[in-house]
């Protein structure tokens, strides 16, 4: 049985459209660099090289006292990786920037800072969730980055959920999920 609902010459024409269609997506997805794709063309994290950790950005409202017990865990986590004697910025004690540029403030300092002391790696986190359920269990997200300072380009990065247990207190859940996250890394 012929097809009579589309004639000869059409399917010819759409055929042909779907051919050259096809290899321009083809070839156009081969042209793509690293910017596109940045796991083709990812630079490898090498423990040597002198490293950073720059202030957390929280988007749950932690205390600022937190933050800096957080930054400590993971410069105390480091070595485990085989980087030693991460260096980590020290923020004035006073500056006059709004409450809600602050920590956005304080992470430039800190990459200004690491640019003028040629180090090469910084690592810096983001807490995107920071809270107690009704069953009193605490749960964390953090988001770790590991960026070139002198280009400013993400290296590496990684998503993790820490929940603890009924009681658990919010110290020990993310220095576990911290520490799991640090484990990941892949350092040559």
Same mark, same amino acid.
């Given at each position: ?25 083809? @070839?156009?997805?081969? =042209? ?10 990812? *630079? ?13 950005? #929280? ?20 070595? /485990?990786?085989?980087? *030693? ?17 602050? *920590?956005?403030? =304080?992470?430039? =300092?800190?990459? @200004? ?8 790696? #910084?690592? #810096?986190?983001?807490?995107? *969730? ?12 953090? /988001? ?6 002198? #280009? ?34 892949? @350092?040559?």
């Amino acid at each position: 049985m012929k097809n009579n609902i589309f004639p000869n010459w059409f399917r010819q024409r759409y055929a042909f459209i779907f051919i050259v269609s096809f290899l321009v997506v083809t @070839l156009a997805g081969c =042209q793509t660099n690293g910017k596109m794709f940045p796991e083709f063309n990812q *630079e490898k994290l090498t423990k040597d090289n002198n490293w950073t950790v720059l202030p957390f950005i #929280s988007h749950t409202g932690v205390p600022a006292e937190d933050l800096i017990q957080l930054e400590r865990i993971l410069l105390v986590q480091l070595p /485990s990786k085989g980087i *030693e004697n991460p260096k980590i910025y020290q923020a004035p004690k006073t500056f006059s920037v709004p409450d809600y540029l602050s *920590e956005l403030y =304080q992470v430039e =300092q800190a990459r @200004l800072w690491a640019i003028s002391q040629h180090i090469k790696y #910084s690592i #810096s986190a983001e807490i995107l *969730e920071w809270q107690y359920d009704e069953q009193n269990r605490f749960s964390t997200t953090l /988001s770790l980055k590991v960026n070139n300072v002198s #280009s400013g380009d993400l290296v590496w990065s990684i998503n993790g959920l820490g929940e603890g247990r009924p009681g658990e207190a919010a110290y020990d859940v993310s220095r576990k999920l911290i520490a799991d996250l640090v484990a990941s890394m892949p @350092l040559q």
